[in-house]
């Protein structure tokens, strides 16, 4: 039987929510900071256009609140947008305090002398970035001082297998009481203790075949806490980002939204404009819309990709703004100071996930969920670019708050038993794992992707239910093990999106289906999902 690990904090991931909350938590609390991959990869790392932010003299917090409203198509929490557009300022003031360096324009008296850019959905220019590599600068920076604070141990390429509640094993502590985490190099599940857990694991939005995101974004968070007994939210509005390179060399290489909001315009395969068809904001129209006209375009003219073109801009200015894209695309042959890039539409946000309240606590008592992993209310039917990595900043802080306010309370977990492989053996079919992860990714995309209907739901729910069983059944004959951990939280996590697909009978931001083509006032509330095991929380 192997030892407990004890910790005051388990934070399970380590990308813009994680890492902030570490570092805002006080040093003399012991944090256990658990990393799947290496620690800085993340969809985080990847982040190219910026944070939003009020930092401009004019513009206004009202504004701001206005636009994610707006976006949203009146599915956001008023109170959590206006919680999260107050803390922007102060988010991005923490950040330079800590290190990070953004793209500075000396003419911007205005805004601090920091560039702002402007990206769809937003009204006035508010978006600080670090040129076109913002997440890496933030992942990079808040990692070095991760490293070195000596409270928090790190334990990378370990992966959480499940959340231990005092509810599943009996116990009579109603909470949560940390995580089994599977050390991929040893082989071995270890239990984390700890007095207060957080799930800051990121999106899902590897359910579906052509995604922007890392591998590590496979909903692990999502399908954890609900297994625990936690609601989950909103689950049907995944974002499509519109332009993602089309390349067959380029795995999941994103294509800025800042590059429309600096002028870059998208052409049909003949060269010319047709967004103004589709919206009077024409390229600076919000995804979802972008999205689905790009989808609707490529399908009625049997394209692969369309184009999206800044060659029009000085070659200058595209270098400075967009180096990473302007040297990617030239590994490929594409020079796109000179010529189009060829583009497709890919999954690329989660903006339903694990239901929060304000203080980003989740049903189970001592569990958090921060960052793309939770439902907080901030997106609504659709989240507006750039708000994310704001959403990870601020309620990391506001876990970080909440914590600190219970640490004289929250009672030291008790013992409890430790992860048992004893009755399972060795995995015999590898194959079960890669042909199931294979047609899950593809049925997703062809049913459950930018335009649905209820019969393509209906038929993809029938395979989930299908591959659940597999899965569930080789999950307890063998040895767990990275692949067959991801796997299983994909199935439950395209479980959870078909299902709050199928309820949502109307066509809301995101949430596009040609039965219901229109937004029904009546179905303006979240979907909700409730796990057998659910109790409300009594604290
Ligand atoms: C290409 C791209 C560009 C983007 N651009 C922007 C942008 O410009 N502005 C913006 O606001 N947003 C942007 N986004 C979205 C934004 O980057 C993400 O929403 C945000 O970074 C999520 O941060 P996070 O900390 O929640 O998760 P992530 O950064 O994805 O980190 C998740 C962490 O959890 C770990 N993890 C996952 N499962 C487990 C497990 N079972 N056990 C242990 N660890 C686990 C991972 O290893 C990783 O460390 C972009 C996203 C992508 C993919």
Redesign the pocket.
């Known amino acids: 039987m192997s030892q407990a690990h004890r910790f005051d904090v388990l934070i ?7 890492l902030s909350l570490a570092l805002r938590l006080p040093d003399s609390l012991s944090i256990a900071l ?4 290496d620690l800085r ?4 790392l ?6 939003s932010a009020v930092l401009d003299a004019n513009d206004s917090l009202a504004s701001h609140i206005e636009d994610t409203l707006d976006a949203g198509a009146d599915l956001c929490d008023p109170e959590r947008v206006k919680l999260v557009v107050d803390h922007g300022p102060a988010s991005i003031r923490w950040l330079f305090d800590q290190g990070v360096e953004f793209t500075r324009d000396d003419k911007a008296v205005d805004a601090g002398g920091y560039h702002l850019t402007r990206e769809g959905g937003h009204t006035h220019r508010r978006v600080v970035h670090a040129a076109d590599a ?2 890496r600068e933030v992942e990079t920076t808040l990692e070095g001082r991760v490293r070195a604070r000596a409270n928090i141990q790190i334990l990378e390429r ?3 297998v499940d959340l231990i509640s005092g509810r599943k094993l009996d116990i009579k502590v109603d909470r949560c009481l940390g995580a089994y985490v599977l050390d991929d190099a040893s082989g071995e599940v270890k239990t984390l203790l700890a007095r207060f857990v957080v799930v ?4 899902a939005s590897k359910v579906y075949l052509y995604t ?2 890392p591998d ?3 909903g ?2 999502i399908a954890m806490a609900w297994r625990a007994g936690c609601r989950v939210g909103n689950m049907e509005f995944m974002q499509f980002h519109p332009t993602c390179l089309y390349h067959p060399q380029a795995r999941t290489f ?1 294509i ?1 939204e800042a590059l429309r909001g600096e002028g870059g315009r998208l052409l049909l395969p003949n060269g010319k404009r047709f967004m103004w068809r589709f919206d009077e904001r024409a390229e600076l129209a919000p995804r979802d819309i972008v999205a689905r006209a790009i989808d609707h375009e490529m399908k009625r003219l049997g394209a692969e990709c369309l184009y999206l073109d800044i060659s029009h801009r000085p070659s200058d200015f595209i270098i400075e703004h967009f180096p990473t894209i302007h040297a990617r695309c030239l590994e490929l042959g594409i020079d796109i100071t000179r010529q189009p890039i060829p583009v497709v539409p890919a999954a ?2 989660t903006c339903g996930g694990v239901v929060t309240d304000e203080m980003a606590r989740a049903d189970l008592p001592g569990l958090y969920a921060i ?3 939770a439902y907080t209310g901030l997106h609504g039917a659709n989240r507006m ?6 959403e ?1 900043l601020v309620f990391a802080a506001q876990a970080a708050v909440d914590i600190q306010a219970h640490l004289g309370v929250a009672p030291i977990p008790p013992d409890v038993p430790s992860w048992d492989a004893s009755r399972v053996n060795e995995p015999d079919e590898a194959v079960v794992v890669s042909h199931n992860w294979e047609e899950l990714r593809r049925f997703m995309w062809d049913y459950v992707g930018i335009v649905r209907t209820n019969k393509r739901l209906q038929r993809a729910q029938r395979r989930i239910d299908l591959l659940h069983h597999e899965i569930i059944e080789y999950y307890g004959n063998f040895q767990v093990n990275h692949d067959l951990l991801e796997l299983r939280n994909l199935v439950g996590v395209a479980d959870l999106i078909i299902r709050s697909a199928l309820r949502r009978r109307e066509s809301r931001g995101l949430h596009y289906t040609m039965d219901f083509p229109f937004k029904d006032p009546s179905q303006r509330q979240p979907t909700v999902l409730i796990p057998d095991n659910y109790r409300p929380r009594l604290d």
Do not use: F, M
């Open positions: 399970l991931g380590s990308g813009a929510a994680g658990v990393s799947k991959r990869e993340g969809s985080t990847y982040a190219q256009g910026g944070i913002t997440g370990h992966i959480a800051a694991t990121g999106g922007s995101n590590v974004s496979t692990d968070g994103l800025s690329h946000y960052g793309e992993v670019a750039s708000n994310s990595l704001l990870c």
